[in-house]
Nanobody, 124 residues
Framework: QVQLVESGGGLVQAGGSLRLSCAAS????????MGWFRQAPGKEREIVAA????????YYTDSVKGRFTVSRDKAKNTVYLQMNTLNPEDTAAYYC?????????????????WGQGTQVTVSS
């Protein structure tokens, strides 16, 4: 079992930055691949970024490549999403997810545990 709590969301102007954190508890975190997803009103939940158990492999959806960075700190049981050069299209609820697997998954159905989400709003 893994419990996940996101933080760091908020309101930011276009071009600004935010760093999301996902604090995990549970003995399986260290062997879990982790993902960040987002869901805007009226849209399906989509993957933003993911990181494998070791932190050596990452994945980004095309629209955030070069702007977002996913990382994990095993000592702190925390996964981060650094978001730079934000634009209004990034506005969404952002969710952290954990997978009972060492390797990255890119679909929501690949993940077993979910946080409650944190809202990110980017104003133009």
């Amino acid at each position: 079992q893994v419990q996940l709590v996101e933080s760091g969301g908020g309101l930011v102007q276009a071009g600004g930055s935010l760093r999301l954190s996902c604090a995990a508890s549970g003995r399986t975190f260290r062997t879990s691949a982790m993902g960040w997803f987002r869901q805007a009103p009226g849209k399906e939940r989509e993957i933003v970024a993911a990181i494998n158990w070791s932190g050596r492999t990452t994945y980004y959806t095309d629209s955030v490549k070069g702007r977002f960075t996913v990382s994990r700190d095993k000592a702190k049981n925390t996964v981060y999403l650094q978001m730079n050069t934000l634009n209004p299209e990034d506005t969404a609820a952002y969710y952290c997810a954990a997978r009972d697997n060492l390797d990255i998954g890119t679909g929501a159905s690949d993940y077993d545990y979910w946080g409650q989400g944190t809202q990110v709003t980017v104003s133009s």
